[in-house]
T-cell receptor, first 112, second 115 residues
Framework: GESVGLHLPTLSVQEGDNSIINCAYS??????FIWYKQESGKGPQFIID?????DKRQGQRVTVLLNKTVKHLSLQIAATQPGDSAVYFC???????????FGKGTTLSVSS | DSGVTQTPKHLITATGQRVTLRCSPR?????VYWYQQSLDQGLQFLIQ???????AKGNILERFSAQQFPDLHSELNLSSLELGDSALYFC??????????????FGEGSWLTVV
């Protein structure tokens, strides 16, 4: 089964709101986590990553938070825009140096 | 444009048939990853090749196989197709064998429909 999962399959927000997308993982050995954005008809695109020696990392309008105690990951998008509408996946590195394991995704819908 | 090229973009075939999906990685990338994306299973890792050799294996069925050629392009072969194999198949590439999120690039996928 999946070792990474998302709490909610869909999230609807208004333009300008802050969005929070959550993810739970079950593999305590995972040490690397990534958020991807997938727009319709396209492949996943890298947003931001975080290693297990950190609990927060910020990018442009995005912040990833990692809580290793409860094995929880979240992606915060500030001032959400219609262009942010997409499916968001969290992924973890299941073995050192090999491929990522993806969660099932959360669909973010931003209305104007 | 990620620089990863996948062909064909769309493919419709009948059950029991065999198809080959092709992937050309970004110039200079040595690793190729194959993923299957279906509505109920999300993105499933199938297999990884690095410089022509199999590096890691995920949930790849025995009916499926892959290879990476000397020019680094890769092919995913799907045989004895079943309706449940209908999915979007992604190829991704990276320079290194060790995975790093900001250095892996996904193609736009090949839509396979089995009827």
């Amino acid at each position: 089964g999946e070792s990474v999962g998302l709490h909610l399959p869909t999230l609807s927000v208004q333009e300008g709101d802050n969005s929070i997308i959550n993810c739970a993982y079950s593999n305590s050995a995972s040490d690397y986590f990534i958020w991807y954005k997938q727009e319709s008809g396209k492949g996943p695109q890298f947003i931001i990553d975080i290693r297990s020696n950190m609990d927060k990392r910020q990018g442009q309008r995005v912040t990833v938070l990692l809580n290793k105690t409860v094995k929880h990951l979240s992606l915060q998008i500030a001032a959400t825009q219609p262009g942010d509408s997409a499916v968001y996946f969290c992924a973890e590195n299941s073995q050192a140096g090999t491929a990522l394991i993806f969660g099932k995704g959360t669909t973010l819908s931003v209305s104007s | 444009d990620s620089g990863v090229t996948q062909t064909p973009k769309h493919l419709i075939t009948a059950t029991g048939q065999r198809v080959t999906l092709r992937c050309s990685p970004r110039s200079g990338d040595l690793s190729v990853y194959w993923y299957q994306q279906s509505l109920d299973q999300g993105l499933q890792f199938l297999i990884q090749y690095y410089n022509g050799e199999e590096r890691a294996k995920g949930n790849i069925l025995e009916r499926f196989s892959a290879q990476q050629f000397p020019d680094l392009h890769s092919e995913l072969n799907l045989s004895s197709l079943e309706l449940g194999d209908s999915a979007l198949y992604f190829c991704a590439s990276s320079v290194e064998g060790r995975f790093s999120g900001n250095t892996i690039y996904f193609g736009e996928g090949s839509w396979l429909t089995v009827v």
